[in-house]
C-alpha cells in the first residue's frame, strides 16, 4: 500500500480496475500474478476499513471571534 | 271578535320571535355558509369539551362555537390574540337570545398569506434558475466528510447519526447546528450551510428536520435558505418534514430525501452491500487468476509436446542407427578385403617365390652387374676392357675384370 492510506473509495476503484484489468487478459502470467496479489490485497483492506470504522461526529460552532470552530461531538458546551 | 283580532297588535311569545329569527337566520343563503376573518378572544373550553370564544375585529365581534366533535378534527384550534379564517353558519343560541356562529373549520389566518408567498418565491425562483435539472450535482458515492445541518435537539438528527453509523460508518460527520424553526430559523440554517462550504472539506451537505406543520417547516420555503443551497459549493441533501411535505429548500437542493432518514441513507452508501461485492471481487479475482493459468498449463503442455515431436533428438536417433549400420556394414566390408588381400599376398609371395632371381641362380644362372654403377649387364656393349664388374651367384658374389 502506498504510504498514505488510500480511502475507501480510492482502494475499492483501484479494485475494480484490478479486477477488470485481470479480467481482460492479454497479461503474462507475473503480470497476472501481481495484479492478483494487489487485489487480493485491496479485498482485505477494504472489508478491514468497513469493519474497524467507527462513525466519527465533531460540530462546527461559531467560535468567540468571528471564525468558526471544530469541536468533538457530543462538546463541552453541552450539545448532545 | 275578528275585527279584534284584526285591530289587535299581534302578541309573540319569546320562543316564537326567537324561533322566527332563527328560521330567518338560517334560511339566509350566505349565512349559511360563510367564511369569517377575526382576532380571536375570550377562549375557554366547557366541562364537556365544547370550544367557546369571540371573533372580533376592530369594530365588531361575533360569538363562536366550536363543538367538541368538530374540535377534534381539527389541524388547528384557536388561540387568543391570533387571527384565523374560520367556516360555518350563523345561527340563533335560542335561550341566551344570541346570535353565534357555529364554526366548523378553522385555518390560521396566516396560511393564506404563507401559501401565497410560497408560491411567490417558487415561482420566482423557479424563472431564475435555482430549480433547473441540468444544474443538479450527482451525489458523490462514497463521501468522505459529511455536513449535516440541523438542530441536535432534535429527533432527526439521531435519526440521521443513526442511519450513518449502520450504513457507512466511514464517513467522517460534521453536524453544524442550527435552529429549524421560529424566526432565527432561516438565517442560522444559511449560516451553517456557508460555514460548512467556507469553513470545512465535506464533500456533502444534509439539510434536515422533522416533520412539523406548515409554520413549522416554514425556515425551509425562506430565500436567504434556498440561495445558501444554490451558493453552496458542495451538493445539498434536503430531507424536510414528512413524505408529502414539499419545501422551497427541497426545490433547489440537489436531491429531495422525504425525511431526515431518507436523506441519511440518501447520502452514502451502504457498506454491508459492498462487504458482499468485495467478496464477488475476491471471488472474480480468484476465479480470474485461475482461468490464466490453466489456459498457461494447457500452453506448456501443448508446447512440450510440440517440442518433444520437432527434437532433433528423435532424428538423431535414427541416425545413430544408421551409422551403426553402416559402420557394421563398413567393417565387414573391409574385414572381406582385407581377407583378400591376404589371399593376394599369399599368391603373390607364392608368385615371387618362383620368380626369385635367386631360385634362378641356383639353377646355375648368374647376374653380372657393372661395380661402378651398379647396373645389371645384359648385353655385351654395356661394358668395356678394363670395367669391373660383379657376378652374383647362389651364395654370394665374386668380382672380375673385363679382358
Same mark, same amino acid.
Given at each position: 500500500?502506498?504510504?498514505?492510506?488510500?480511502?475507501?473509495?480510492?482502494? !475499492?476503484?483501484?479494485?475494480?480496475?484490478?479486477?477488470?484489468?485481470?479480467?481482460?487478459?492479454?497479461?503474462?502470467?507475473?503480470?497476472?500474478?501481481?495484479? !492478483?496479489?494487489?487485489?487480493?490485497?485491496?479485498?482485505?483492506?477494504?472489508?478491514?476499513?468497513?469493519?474497524?470504522?467507527?462513525?466519527?461526529?465533531?460540530?462546527?460552532?461559531?467560535?468567540?471571534?468571528?471564525?468558526?470552530?471544530?469541536?468533538?461531538?457530543?462538546?463541552?458546551?453541552?450539545?448532545? | 271578535?275578528?275585527?279584534?283580532?284584526?285591530?289587535?297588535?299581534?302578541?309573540?311569545?319569546?320562543?316564537?320571535?326567537?324561533?322566527?329569527?332563527?328560521?330567518?337566520?338560517?334560511?339566509?343563503?350566505?349565512?349559511?355558509?360563510? +367564511?369569517?376573518?377575526?382576532?380571536?378572544?375570550?377562549?375557554?373550553?366547557?366541562?364537556?369539551?365544547?370550544?367557546?370564544?369571540?371573533?372580533?375585529?376592530?369594530?365588531?365581534?361575533?360569538?363562536?362555537?366550536? +363543538?367538541?366533535?368538530?374540535?377534534?378534527?381539527?389541524?388547528?384550534?384557536?388561540?387568543?390574540?391570533?387571527?384565523?379564517? &374560520?367556516?360555518?353558519?350563523?345561527?340563533?343560541?335560542?335561550?341566551?337570545?344570541?346570535?353565534?356562529?357555529?364554526?366548523?373549520?378553522?385555518?390560521?389566518?396566516?396560511?393564506?398569506?404563507?401559501?401565497?408567498?410560497?408560491?411567490?418565491?417558487?415561482?420566482?425562483?423557479?424563472?431564475?434558475?435555482?430549480?433547473?435539472?441540468?444544474?443538479?450535482?450527482?451525489?458523490?458515492?462514497?463521501?468522505?466528510?459529511?455536513?449535516?445541518?440541523?438542530?441536535?435537539?432534535?429527533?432527526? +438528527?439521531?435519526?440521521?447519526?443513526?442511519?450513518?453509523?449502520?450504513?457507512?460508518? &466511514?464517513?467522517?460527520?460534521?453536524?453544524?447546528?442550527?435552529?429549524?424553526?421560529?424566526?432565527?430559523?432561516?438565517?442560522?440554517?444559511?449560516?451553517?450551510?456557508?460555514?460548512?462550504?467556507?469553513?470545512?472539506?465535506?464533500?456533502?451537505?444534509?439539510?434536515?428536520?422533522?416533520?412539523?406543520?406548515?409554520?413549522?417547516? +416554514?425556515?425551509?420555503?425562506?430565500?436567504?435558505?434556498?440561495?445558501?443551497?444554490?451558493?453552496?459549493?458542495?451538493?445539498?441533501?434536503?430531507?424536510?418534514?414528512?413524505?408529502?411535505?414539499?419545501?422551497?429548500?427541497?426545490?433547489?437542493?440537489?436531491?429531495?430525501?422525504?425525511?431526515?432518514?431518507?436523506?441519511?441513507?440518501?447520502?452514502?452508501?451502504?457498506?454491508?452491500?459492498?462487504?458482499?461485492? %468485495?467478496?464477488?471481487?475476491?471471488?472474480? %479475482?480468484?476465479?480470474?487468476?485461475?482461468?490464466?493459468?490453466?489456459?498457461?498449463?494447457?500452453?506448456?503442455?501443448?508446447?512440450?509436446?510440440?517440442?518433444?515431436? &520437432?527434437?532433433?533428438?528423435?532424428?538423431?536417433?535414427?541416425?545413430?542407427?544408421?551409422?551403426?549400420?553402416?559402420?557394421?556394414?563398413?567393417?565387414?566390408?573391409?574385414?572381406?578385403?582385407?581377407?583378400?588381400?591376404?589371399?593376394?599376398?599369399?599368391?603373390?609371395?607364392?608368385?615371387?617365390?618362383?620368380?626369385?632371381?635367386?631360385?634362378?641362380?641356383?639353377?646355375?644362372?648368374?647376374?653380372?652387374?657393372?661395380?661402378?654403377?651398379?647396373?645389371?649387364?645384359?648385353?655385351?656393349?654395356?661394358?668395356?676392357?678394363?670395367?669391373?664388374?660383379?657376378?652374383?651367384?647362389?651364395?654370394?658374389?665374386?668380382?672380375?675384370?673385363?679382358?
Amino acid at each position: 500500500m502506498s504510504e498514505e492510506k488510500p480511502s475507501f473509495e480510492e482502494a !475499492f476503484q483501484e479494485l475494480e480496475n484490478t479486477v477488470e484489468r485481470l479480467e481482460e487478459g492479454d497479461l503474462t502470467l507475473q503480470e497476472s500474478m501481481a495484479l !492478483f496479489e494487489r487485489g487480493i490485497e485491496l479485498v482485505k483492506y477494504c472489508a478491514q476499513l468497513l469493519d474497524e470504522a467507527e462513525l466519527k461526529v465533531k460540530t462546527l460552532l461559531p467560535s468567540s471571534g468571528e471564525g468558526y470552530k471544530l469541536v468533538e461531538y457530543p462538546d463541552e458546551e453541552g450539545i448532545s | 271578535m275578528s275585527m279584534n283580532v284584526d285591530l289587535e297588535p299581534a302578541v309573540l311569545t319569546v320562543s316564537e320571535v326567537t324561533r322566527y329569527i332563527k328560521d330567518l337566520l338560517e334560511s339566509d343563503l350566505l349565512l349559511r355558509d360563510l +367564511w369569517i376573518r377575526g382576532e380571536v378572544s375570550n377562549f375557554s373550553r366547557s366541562t364537556a369539551g365544547h370550544i367557546y370564544f369571540t371573533l372580533k375585529d376592530e369594530e365588531a365581534s361575533i360569538r363562536c362555537v366550536l +363543538w367538541r366533535y368538530v374540535a377534534e378534527e381539527q389541524t388547528h384550534l384557536p388561540a387568543d390574540g391570533q387571527a384565523f379564517i &374560520l367556516h360555518g353558519r350563523v345561527s340563533v343560541y335560542e335561550v341566551q337570545g344570541a346570535y353565534q356562529f357555529y364554526v366548523d373549520l378553522v385555518q390560521p389566518a396566516g396560511v393564506g398569506a404563507l401559501y401565497l408567498q410560497f408560491l411567490a418565491l417558487k415561482d420566482r425562483l423557479e424563472r431564475e434558475g435555482l430549480f433547473a435539472p441540468e444544474r443538479k450535482r450527482p451525489i458523490p458515492p462514497f463521501p468522505r466528510a459529511l455536513g449535516v445541518v440541523t438542530s441536535p435537539q432534535a429527533a432527526a +438528527w439521531r435519526d440521521i447519526l443513526h442511519v450513518l453509523e449502520r450504513r457507512y460508518p &466511514l464517513v467522517e460527520v460534521i453536524l453544524a447546528p442550527a435552529l429549524v424553526q421560529g424566526p432565527e430559523a432561516p438565517r442560522q440554517i444559511a449560516d451553517a450551510i456557508r460555514a460548512l462550504n467556507r469553513e470545512t472539506d465535506v464533500d456533502l451537505i444534509i439539510v434536515a428536520r422533522g416533520g412539523g406543520s406548515l409554520e413549522e417547516l +416554514w425556515a425551509f420555503n425562506e430565500e436567504v435558505v434556498a440561495r445558501a443551497i444554490y451558493d453552496s459549493r458542495v451538493p445539498v441533501i434536503s430531507g424536510v418534514g414528512h413524505e408529502i411535505d414539499f419545501t422551497i429548500a427541497d426545490f433547489v437542493a440537489d436531491l429531495r430525501a422525504p425525511t431526515p432518514t431518507a436523506a441519511a441513507a440518501a447520502a452514502v452508501p451502504n457498506a454491508q452491500e459492498y462487504k458482499a461485492t %468485495l467478496q464477488r471481487q475476491g471471488g472474480r %479475482l480468484a476465479e480470474s487468476i485461475q482461468r490464466q493459468m490453466a489456459g498457461e498449463r494447457e500452453d506448456l503442455r501443448y508446447a512440450q509436446e510440440t517440442l518433444l515431436r &520437432l527434437s532433433p533428438r528423435a532424428g538423431l536417433e535414427r541416425y545413430r542407427l544408421r551409422v551403426d549400420d553402416l559402420g557394421r556394414q563398413a567393417l565387414s566390408q573391409i574385414e572381406q578385403r582385407i581377407a583378400l588381400q591376404r589371399e593376394r599376398i599369399r599368391s603373390r609371395t607364392l608368385q615371387l617365390t618362383t620368380l626369385n632371381p635367386q631360385a634362378t641362380l641356383e639353377r646355375g644362372y648368374s647376374i653380372t652387374r657393372r661395380v661402378d654403377t651398379r647396373v645389371v649387364v645384359k648385353s655385351v656393349v654395356q661394358v668395356a676392357k678394363g670395367d669391373r664388374i660383379g657376378v652374383q651367384v647362389t651364395d654370394g658374389q665374386f668380382e672380375g675384370t673385363v679382358d
